[in-house]
């Protein structure tokens, strides 16, 4: 999930949002402005609409607060978390490593529904202190707003607490038993599954609503369970390709036969001769035979066509000095975390500043499918 609409740091993680997000803040905004003027005719509509704004802006903070929590854990325990995105379903904090062991997942997973029912407890403390019920009643907006977000929240925690990995509460159940037997992978193999079957749950409770006459809050059950199902299964996935990957070294899949471009090639040709003609998909750039960046399909694409003719081969790598480089001795699972850190589909492999070869995605995922047709 990468952000679209960068907002502000805090404590060095960005805090974005996703366009998606764009539609439920728009929705949640409309359904509270529909339900606070049902509930209080006596409103004007600018009291309605503001309330219904600082409500939802009230609410998306309490997401951030939740996800923050998760990433002080991870960070308390040393995983680096990057950024923290709201999208459509919820908010997620990227968090750079998956955890060592089983206490810091535990700790990680359940930061999260604690913060949100401490942040609902207190809404709901100050809301009955302002006169709320449940019933409604003549209450000020005040009281009004704190109500729900106490519920809201209260909601949320108990939500993220069943036990279907994604979910908080799947991660929790995943470090339970990850606790109990000592194996990681087994733990996943179970918290993966219940998820699986939590996400087809939701998704059949929600068509039943939905046929039942319960519209869009139906379907919308029904998108949850489609995304936990999707989310479910490719982390299952990635977990399989990374055990299939265990012990395998840099050095041992990395190609020392690299293709090579000059630094001062004009880039036109470069695209028209080398890119388009060979099937090879990154270069190394070199002036007098020493190694200065790699290139490939994707530096070029970021660059406009009709500065092609203008630019030289140099001017569009990217330079060693800025490529997080490998060692031979490195995990593949490492090198695999940080290409999908760095968005990038091949890193060089360097030994004391020199370039031993390239390491890059394809070649991994040809390993793992050899592997996977032999075992
Ligand atoms: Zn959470």
């Known amino acids: 999930m990468k952000a679209q609409i960068k907002l502000f740091k805090i404590f060095g993680i960005q805090i974005g949002l996703h366009y998606s997000w764009l539609l439920i803040a728009v929705l949640i905004v409309f359904s509270l402005a529909g339900q606070f003027g049902a509930t209080n005719p006596a409103w004007s509509p600018s009291v309605i609409w503001g309330l219904a704004i600082i409500t939802a802006i009230c ?24 950024a923290i995105t709201l999208f459509a379903l919820g908010g997620v904090a990227q968090i750079e490593k998956e955890a060592t062991d089983a206490p810091t997942e535990f700790w990680m997973g359940i930061a999260g529904p604690i913060t949100s029912a401490i942040i609902g407890l207190i809404c709901l403390g100050g809301a009955i202190a302002l006169g709320w019920s449940v019933a409604p009643a003549q209450q000020s907006p005040a ?8 519920v809201i929240n209260i909601a949320l925690a108990i939500f993220n ?20 037997t000592g194996s990681e992978s087994r733990a996943m193999r179970i918290a993966t599954l219940t998820g699986q079957v939590v996400a087809f749950a939701f998704i059949l409770l929600g068509l039943f609503r939905f046929f039942r006459g319960a519209g869009f809050a139906g379907l919308w059950l029904t998108f949850i369970g489609w995304f936990l199902l999707d989310a479910a299964r490719s982390t299952y996935a990635q977990h399989e390709i990374l055990g299939r990957l265990r012990g395998v070294r840099v050095g041992d ?24 003609r060979t099937g090879t998909r ?3 750039v070199t002036e007098d035979g020493q190694p200065l960046g790699l290139i490939t399909a994707h530096e070029v694409k970021h660059i406009e066509r009709d500065k092609w003719p203008q630019l030289k081969v140099r001017e569009a790598m ?15 699972s490492d090198v695999l975390e940080v290409m999908g850190r760095e968005d990038v589909n091949q890193l060089p492999v360097m030994s004391d500043g020199h370039l031993e070869g390239i390491v890059s995605r394809g070649q991994i995922l040809r ?5 996977m047709e032999i075992e």
């Open 59 to 82: 609410f998306f903070a309490s997401i951030i607060i939740h996800e923050l929590s998760h990433a002080a854990v991870a960070k308390a325990r040393g995983l680096p978390v990057r």
């Open 143 to 150: 009281a009004v707003m704190l109500g729900w977000l106490g």
């Open 161 to 180: 607490m069943i036990p279907g990995f994604p979910l908080d509460g799947g991660r929790v159940l995943r470090a339970i038993v990850w606790w109990i």
């Open 253 to 276: 899949v990395m190609s020392k036969q690299y293709s090579t471009v000059d630094a001062d090639a004009p880039l036109q040709s470069f695209v028209d001769e080398f890119l388009l």
């Open 282 to 284: 990154s270069f190394v």
């Open 318 to 332: 990217l330079p060693l000095t800025k490529l997080h480089g490998v060692r031979e001795s490195a995990n593949i």
């Open 367 to 371: 390993l793992v499918q050899t592997r």
